[in-house]
C-alpha cells in the first residue's frame, strides 16, 4: 500500500493567522481553493475555508477587512502523517469528511495536503474515490448542544 508521502502536494499555499478574512478570500480566489491550511512557523494551526468565511463572518455581519482569519478559521483540523499508508487518510477523509487532509511531521509542521483529488489520481480505482466521497457528502446531523429548540407559533385566527 503506498504511503501519503507518496501523493501528497508538498507545495502547499497557507496563510498566517493575522491575515485579514479578505486576503484569506483573495487567496482562496487566484490559487481557485476552498481552504487554506493556517501556519504560524510552518506549524499547522487550523485551516481557513469558503464556508467559515461564509458562516463566521459574512452571516455574522462582520467586516472581512478588519476580521483576522485566527478568529473564523476551523481547529483543530484532522491530520495525518506522511509515513502513514494512503488507506488511513482515506478512511480519515471518509471518517471526519473532509476533502482535504492536511499531512503534518509528528512537530506539527505542515509537509504537504492530501485531496480527493490527489487520491483519484493516484489510485484511479473508483470504488476507493467513491468510498471516500460517499462518506464527506453525508449529511451531517446537527449538534443538539448547539442547536435551539424551534418553536412553532399557531397563527391568530
Avoid: W, Y
Avoid at 487567496?27 to 506549524?43: D, Q, Y
Avoid at 483529488?117 to 446531523?141: C, H, M, N, W, Y
Wanted: glycine share 8%; hydrophobic share 35%; with cysteine.
Amino acid at each position: 500500500m503506498p504511503k501519503v508521502a507518496e501523493i501528497m502536494i508538498r507545495n502547499v499555499e497557507t496563510i498566517g493567522p493575522g491575515a485579514t478574512i479578505q486576503e484569506a478570500a483573495e487567496r482562496m480566489k487566484s490559487e481557485n481553493v476552498g481552504s487554506l491550511p493556517v501556519c504560524l512557523e510552518s506549524r499547522l494551526l487550523g485551516a481557513i475555508t469558503d464556508r467559515d468565511i461564509t458562516v463566521r463572518v459574512t452571516a455574522e455581519g462582520r467586516d472581512p477587512r478588519a476580521t483576522l482569519v485566527r478568529d473564523a478559521m476551523t481547529q483543530p483540523v484532522v491530520t495525518v502523517r506522511p509515513q502513514q499508508e494512503l488507506s488511513d487518510a482515506e478512511q480519515l477523509m471518509h471518517d471526519h469528511q473532509v476533502r482535504r487532509l492536511p499531512v503534518v511531521e509528528q512537530d506539527g509542521r505542515l509537509v504537504g495536503l492530501v485531496t480527493l483529488g490527489t487520491i483519484a489520481k493516484r489510485d484511479g480505482d473508483e470504488r476507493t474515490v467513491g468510498k471516500v466521497f460517499k462518506g464527506i457528502s453525508l449529511p451531517q446531523r446537527p449538534d443538539p448542544e448547539k442547536v435551539s429548540p424551534t418553536r412553532s407559533r399557531k397563527s391568530a385566527p
